[in-house]
């Protein structure tokens, strides 16, 4: 039974930051890719940030310079950090897990897994 909490969000003024993290639990793949999604209501669902069990990330151009997202692989847990915040930035966070790739996805469609979110909003 795979598991993916999200935590951290809140409220923050805008130039703020959040740390948010992912415990991920259940996962049967030796090796994986994590996502980081948000979705704005009216909006669609966006990827931020990947990364894979190589600790390799991407980004979305939306957030390059601004988020810095890592994986504790022993404890199983995800960690986007988001900096300088803006209210277009205000979404309902949420993490994936799928197999893993190379080039970790940022498409929402390539990931299995999915936890229940974490609200960020700035202001």
């Known amino acids: 039974h795979v598991q993916l909490v999200e935590s951290g969000g809140g409220s923050v003024q805008a130039g703020g930051s959040l740390r948010l993290s992912c415990a991920i639990s259940?996962?049967?793949?030796?090796?994986?890719?994590l996502g980081w999604f948000r979705q704005a209501p009216g909006k669609v669902r966006e990827g931020v940030a990947s990364?894979?069990?190589?600790?390799?990330?991407r980004y979305a151009d939306s957030v390059k310079g601004r988020f810095t997202i890592s994986l504790d692989n022993t404890k199983k847990i995800l960690y986007p950090q988001m900096d300088s915040l803006t209210p277009e930035d205000t979404a309902m966070y949420s993490c994936a897990a799928t197999s893993f790739e190379w080039r970790p996805p940022l498409q929402a469609s390539e990931y299995k897994y999915w936890g229940q979110g974490t609200q960020v909003t700035v202001s």
């Open positions: 259940g996962l049967t793949y030796k090796n994986y890719c």
């Open positions: 990364i894979n069990t190589d600790l390799s990330p």
